[in-house]
């Protein structure tokens, strides 16, 4: 079975600019989530999505950041503006069954977003 | 406030020797735990989960040991590979709530 799917792997932006990232999860899975990782620490969840409703986004910051996952399939992830603090990787996860269940998250490559 | 806290940035043990990544957590709502492994410029990658209600789970050379009353866990990679070399995240998760915490990982080097 295909894995997690993002794109772009990597992007250069300056601040202020806009930014957006995609994500296909593996067929079938019916939770999305969205995680920031900073260098040197560890996943921090930005938004958790089960099929195209949000479950989670208490660490969103929703100022600047925004996600949609129109019909539960593959979702977007947006920083407008971009700071340089946003400056990490973002990884896509998703998992077989709903919230609340024993299932392990299937990781995508992630995206490694550079703010100037 | 970090809920899970691996105390040990890096570890670095001989080909065949045992491997110990530790783990401890805070919150006492958690009941159920994970360590994922994460090649450099690679998503992490499931290897090992324990439910609250054991205190051992064991996967080939992998066994992770839950210690409720310390909240703490640990990982045991015997005998320790050169491909093993990777960061290790600890994870913690409340079922009901269905996400999970990381801890910020452990870079763990197996010389040959």
């Known amino acids: 079975e295909a894995g997690v799917a993002q794109s772009p792997r990597y992007k250069i932006i300056e601040k202020r600019q806009s930014v957006a990232f995609w994500c296909n999860p593996i067929?079938?899975?019916?939770?999305l989530y969205w995680y920031q990782q900073i260098l040197g620490q560890g996943p921090k969840l930005l938004i958790q999505f089960q099929n195209n409703g949000v479950v989670d986004d208490s660490q969103l910051p929703k100022d600047r950041f925004s996600a949609e996952r129109l019909k539960g399939v593959d979702s977007t992830l947006k920083i407008q503006p971009a700071k340089l603090e946003d400056s990490a990787v973002y990884l896509c996860?998703?998992?077989?069954?709903?919230?609340?269940?024993?299932?392990?998250?299937?990781f995508g490559p992630g995206t490694r977003l550079t703010v100037l | 406030d970090q809920q899970v806290k691996q105390n040990s940035p890096s570890l670095s043990v001989q080909e065949g020797r045992i491997s110990i990544l530790n783990c401890d957590y805070t919150?006492?709502?958690?009941?159920?735990f994970l360590w994922y492994k994460k090649y450099p410029a690679e998503g992490p990658t499931f290897l090992i989960s324990i439910s609250s209600i054991k205190d051992k789970n064991e996967d080939g050379r992998f066994t992770v040991f839950l210690n409720k009353s310390a909240k703490h866990l640990s990982l045991h990679i015997v005998p320790s590979q050169p491909g093993d070399s990777a960061v290790y995240f600890c994870?913690?998760?409340?079922?009901?709530?269905?996400?999970?915490?990381f801890g910020d990982g452990t870079t763990l080097t197996v010389k040959p």
């Open positions: 996860a998703s998992t077989r069954g709903a919230s609340g269940t024993y299932n392990e998250q299937f």
């Open positions: 919150n006492s709502m958690f009941d159920y």
């Open positions: 067929s079938g899975h019916a939770t």
């Open positions: 994870a913690a998760s409340n079922t009901n709530a269905g996400k999970s915490t």
